[in-house]
C-alpha cells in the first residue's frame, strides 16, 4: 500500500477535541485560557529500545506510554498526540496489531492523534504528546525542598530485571515471568497519580532511566541532596528474593538505576504523607517513602545496615 493508504486505513481518526486533526499541513487545537500546554517527545529505535521482533500491539502501546509518563510527571493530562515513523515496508500484519495496541491506551486516557508523518527505513517511532496542566501546577524539576520526602509510586527495577534475564545474565521463576514481562513491554503511565499530585508535591519525574540518574535530575535542578534507603525502596518479589540471595550485587543495581519502569519519582512535604498515601492505596500503588531531601548536594543510598552504597550509573544512550 501506499504512504498514504497506511494512514488512511490504520491511523486516521477524526477529531473530537481539535479544531483540526490530521490531513492538513497542520493540526489546529484550542487551549484553554485557565491551562498551558505541555509537550514532551520519544523516539523509540528497534534494536535499541526494543528488541527485533517485539510485539506489534505491545509496541504500540508502549511508544506512546512512555511520552505519557513524562506528560503525568508533569500533572499534565493528556490531550493530543502526533505520530511518525520509519517503516521498513508497509506491512498491514505489523500495522494492524501495532495501531490497535497504540490506540488501546490513547482510548484510555481520551488523548487523540493530530498528525505524524511516514517514511520508509529501520524500524524508529517517534511521538510528541501535549498536555494541559493548569499555570503555576505543573511539577518540574526544580521544586524540591529541605525536608521533602522522596517518594516512587509503585515497584521499580521489574523492568530491567526482565531485560537482564531476556540477555542471560539472570534467571526468573516462570510464575513472574509474564508479569515482569508486562512491566517491559506494556507500562502503565500514572496520569490519575500525576494530576493528584499538583495540589501536593513539589518535584516530579518519570522514572526511565534508572532511580539514581533521575533523581540527580531532580537534585542538580533543585540544588539539593537526598538520602535514599535500599530497604524502604519497593520491588518486585522476584527481585527482592535477588536482594538476599547470591545475586544481590546484580539485583542492588537494578534497583538503583534499572530501567524502564516509567513510574514516579517525587518530592513531598511530611504534611501530605496522609493523602499521598491514601491516593496510591486507592489506585493499588505499592509505592512509599525511600528517603528524604536534605541540604548538601548529592545523592547518597544507605543499605539495611545504615552502610552507605556506590552508586550504579544510570542508562546513558552514548554510553549504554
Not at 506494556?186 to 534508572?210: K, N, T, V
Request: contains cysteine.
Amino acid at each position: 500500500m501506499t504512504e498514504f493508504e497506511l494512514i488512511e486505513k490504520y491511523f486516521r481518526r477524526p477529531a473530537s477535541r481539535a479544531v483540526l486533526g490530521g490531513g492538513d499541513d497542520c493540526a489546529l487545537v484550542q487551549i484553554p485560557a485557565t491551562q498551558n500546554l505541555a509537550v514532551t517527545t520519544d523516539m523509540l529505535v528497534e534494536g535499541r529500545h526494543f528488541f527485533a521482533g517485539a510485539d506489534p500491539y505491545r509496541l504500540g502501546w508502549e511508544c506512546l506510554a512512555v511520552n505519557l509518563s513524562d506528560l503525568a510527571a508533569m500533572g499534565a493530562t493528556p490531550r493530543y498526540f502526533t505520530l511518525s515513523f520509519a517503516l521498513p515496508k508497509a506491512d498491514a500484519a505489523w500495522l494492524e496489531p501495532f495501531s490497535c495496541g497504540l490506540f488501546a491506551l490513547a482510548d484510555r486516557h481520551g488523548v487523540e492523534i493530530i498528525g505524524g508523518d511516514t517514511t520508509a527505513g529501520p524500524l524508529t517511532i517517534s511521538i510528541a504528546a501535549m498536555g494541559e496542566v493548569p499555570p503555576l501546577k505543573a511539577l518540574k524539576r526544580s521544586g524540591a525542598r529541605v525536608g521533602d520526602e522522596v517518594w516512587v509510586s509503585h515497584e521499580i527495577g521489574g523492568a530491567a530485571l526482565r531485560l537482564y534475564a531476556c540477555w542471560g545474565k539472570t534467571t526468573i521463576p516462570e510464575a513472574h515471568a509474564e508479569a515482569l514481562k508486562l512491566r517491559m513491554e506494556m507500562p502503565e503511565p500514572r496520569i490519575a497519580l500525576g494530576e493528584f499530585l499538583r495540589d501536593f508535591a513539589h518535584a516530579a519525574i518519570d522514572i526511565s532511566d534508572g532511580l539514581c540518574g533521575d533523581m540527580a535530575h531532580i537534585l542538580r535542578a533543585s540544588n539539593v541532596g537526598a538520602q535514599i534507603h535500599l530497604s524502604a525502596i519497593p520491588v518486585p518479589n522476584s527481585l527482592h528474593e535477588k536482594l538476599l540471595g547470591v545475586e544481590r550485587e546484580m539485583a542492588v543495581k537494578l534497583t538503583l538505576s534499572g530501567g524502564d519502569d516509567y513510574e514516579l519519582c517525587f518530592t513531598a512535604p511530611p504534611s501530605a504523607h496522609g493523602a499521598i498515601a491514601a491516593k496510591l492505596a486507592a489506585l493499588g500503588l505499592r509505592g512509599g517513602v525511600i528517603g528524604h531531601i536534605v541540604a548538601e548536594p548529592g545523592l547518597q543510598a544507605f543499605d539495611e545496615r545504615g552502610v552507605a552504597l556506590s552508586l550504579p550509573q544510570s542508562f546513558d544512550h552514548f554510553r549504554g
